[in-house]
C-alpha cells in the first residue's frame, strides 16, 4: 500500500447513544459531508485520485445488562 494510503487508511467502530430520529439526522450529515466526493458524480477530482472505499452501517444494538 502505497505510504500516503497507509496514513490516510482508518477503520474506527464506536457504539452511540441515539434516537431514531437522531440516527437518521446523523446519516443526513454524513451523507452531506461525502456527496462532493462520489464518485459518480465528481467531476473535479485530481488526477491522481483513486476509488476508495467507505461502509457505514448503523443500525440498534441490545448490549447486555452490565454495559448499560
Do not use: G, M
Amino acid at each position: 500500500l502505497d505510504p500516503d494510503w497507509r496514513n490516510a487508511s482508518h477503520i474506527a467502530n464506536a457504539t452511540l447513544n441515539l434516537t431514531a430520529a437522531e440516527a437518521v439526522e446523523v446519516v443526513k450529515q454524513i451523507d452531506a459531508v461525502l456527496a462532493p466526493y462520489l464518485r459518480s458524480t465528481r467531476i473535479d477530482a485530481p488526477r491522481d485520485a483513486v476509488p476508495a472505499r467507505l461502509l457505514l452501517r448503523l443500525f440498534p444494538r441490545e448490549l447486555p445488562e452490565r454495559e448499560r
